[in-house]
């Protein structure tokens, strides 16, 4: 499944109607660097954005949104970077707690991101500006452009700490 999706109406669906909220993403966006709950000088990075460099040595992606995701996710980050010294690392979250949380674990290595909106442009952005082995992501943060974006990028994803329904399982193979 390379290119636009041909085979999944949802899909298809899904990312006309990501495209089409872009603008209110935006709105919702400037409204939460107003009232402090989004950084007021990262928030670029929801659309994909950075200024940060790619290190030039393997990159493994770690994607988890909240606190309680990222606390999941630091033993397997941490014995990822002791078993592989020349590996890096780049962590999506979605919060400004869990940027603080992340922060404060100071982890060599690591460079920590806001997550991108889901967005066939934002992911796209992304995907294209870090270019990733391989990603983990962490519970059930299943955001169907980014799956889309890794799959076209040939991005190898895990799920781990996952609880998937088997209604949502049907769902995600169909």
């Known amino acids: 499944m390379t290119g636009e999706p041909g085979g999944s109406l949802g899909l298809h669906a ?11 993403l935006a709105i919702h ?24 460099t790619r290190p030039n040595a393997p990159l493994i992606w770690f994607h988890a949104v909240s606190v309680g995701e990222c606390a999941v996710a630091l033993p397997i980050l ?30 060599p290595r690591t460079i920590t991101q806001y997550a ?10 992304f995907m294209a500006k870090w270019k990733p082995q ?16 890794a799959h076209n990028h040939q991005v190898p994803l895990a799920l781990v700490n996952a609880n998937i329904s088997p209604c949502s399982t049907a769902r995600w193979s169909s």
Not at 15 to 21: D, K, N, Q
Not at 80 to 106: D, I, M, R, Y
Not at 144 to 149: G, T, V
């Open 29 to 52: 966006l400037q409204s939460r660097v107003r009232t402090g709950r989004e950084d007021c000088i990262r928030w670029v990075e929801r659309w994909g954005f950075t200024e940060e």
């Open 78 to 107: 941490s014995r990822c970077l002791k078993e592989w010294p020349q590996l890096n690392v780049l962590f999506t979250h979605g919060t400004t707690t869990a940027a603080s949380f992340l922060h404060k674990h100071g982890l």
């Open 134 to 149: 391989a990603g983990i992501i962490v519970e059930s943060e299943l955001w169907p452009n980014l799956i889309f974006a």
């Open 116 to 125: 991108p909106f889901d967005t066939p442009a934002a992911v796209e952005r």
């Open 14 to 24: 899904y990312r006309l109607l990501a495209t089409a909220a872009t603008p209110f």
